[in-house]
């Protein structure tokens, strides 16, 4: 579809704004950027000593009010359905019967789950901090279509809860404060963070810590550290340490109790910013050290089902007709749920997966190809898809999913990038929002289950992935159009 077919949304200010005043509100925008952290770590350039502006998009992107809104009230029903699925061992297990065959990835994960449930879960309580993805479909009057739920190291919650003052910032430095009304406010981070002290309360171990699971290397430094103080500042006898898997193979061990030790100290919470992807395992050490979290006494976020739960081909099977009736007994909640998902379909030749086949090489500009993969980067597109197609065996095809295609509305404005050109040109854009949920529960009950804010993702219309860390996208708040 070329992109002249495409609505545009009407803008928050009118565009474009004259040069002197782009350059001047720029730099002091950037500054503004670096000085609230709106920053990360230079990936071409990596020096622990120093920040570089986020990328950004200049002016809040438009966003239809009615879909944010919508998006926000559904959370904590995807929260309660997620519990469920999490929970349901048999559904878990037949659903990524023969994706783990020959996904090896997917299969150490399940192994581990196996384990835990052959020697017992250790700890009956998860906490699961979720980010359900979504475009809006200018083919269905903008409605919103769920692109993934993510229940592993979901990010940029912390960062984007400064994206609302820094837009509010700009705006007025622009004279359009009375825009402001239409930004909505977030509070994401002490949302996330606020989750993790209520795990931390359940065991009533005063001397515990919490656990943020690394990479290596941290280039989105910022998400990361502003929980550390958040809950510090607001929790002072809380302590928070950062530990890749490497380090934890290396420093850990359980206590009589089952307790997580790592020196002196036990972890009682472990957040997962790292461990989604095939490149942060090294070797069986890193292996070594997710059973022994595993195994431990510490609530994990997520804990091994949560994380089998957001894999893509578990998507796929909660939008075959009637699934959802498993999980969620409510005519209204089940209704809305199956509103937001888009078509979704098995490759796997024993759930008809040829005709989803035959539907790709027929018309591949409508679809994306899915692996069980996260953090971007992994998809194929449009007329990749036949090529992808005729390249797997039979096998290797049920470790994808294939997913309608969702066409959401352009915006104009300007990404401002480290070294990007000066004065930069109005672009097309496309907006992702990301709606933060933060749960907590056993297999019998939820005890905490709230929507926590929310984040917005923009990029080129040309490009097919917007992923910020990943270089391709940019930051940015929505603005809340009728
Ligand atoms: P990941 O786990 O890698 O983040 P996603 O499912 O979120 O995988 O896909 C990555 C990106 O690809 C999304 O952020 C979105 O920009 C694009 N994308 C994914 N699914 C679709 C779809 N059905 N229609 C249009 N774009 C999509
Ligand atoms: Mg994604």
Redesign the pocket.
Known sequence: MGNNDVPIMQSCIPLPIDDKQLLEVIEKAKDWAIMHGAAMRSKTDFNPDALQFAPFILTPSSFPRKEYEKAVNLQVTLNELMHAVAHDTEFLRETLKSTIKVDTFTGSLFEIYETTLKEGISQPHSLALLRS?Y?ANFLESNAI?Q??I?TIASSFGGISTFMTPMHSYILRELGHGDKLVDLPANHALSGLCDAMVEAWKLQNRPHAIILFVIEDMTYNICDQRFHEFYIRETYPHIQVIRRSLTEIYEQGRLGPGGELLLGDLEASVIYFRAGYEPGHYHGSNEWSARLLMERSKAIKCPSIHYHLAGT?KVQQALAKPGILKRFINDEQKIHSISEIF?GLYSLDKHEHGEEAIKLALKNPERY?L?PQ???????VYGEDIPAALEKMSEEERSAWIL??????PLSKGYMIRPGGKMPPEIVSLVS?LGIFGAIIGTKEEIIYNKQVGHML?T?LSSA????VAAGLGALDSPYLID
């Open positions: 993805d475009l279509k692109v993934e993510n893509k888009t994306v899915k993969r996260e953090g971007g980067g992994n998809n997913m309608e295609r969702i066409f959401p992702e993702r990029k097919n992935e917007g992923g």
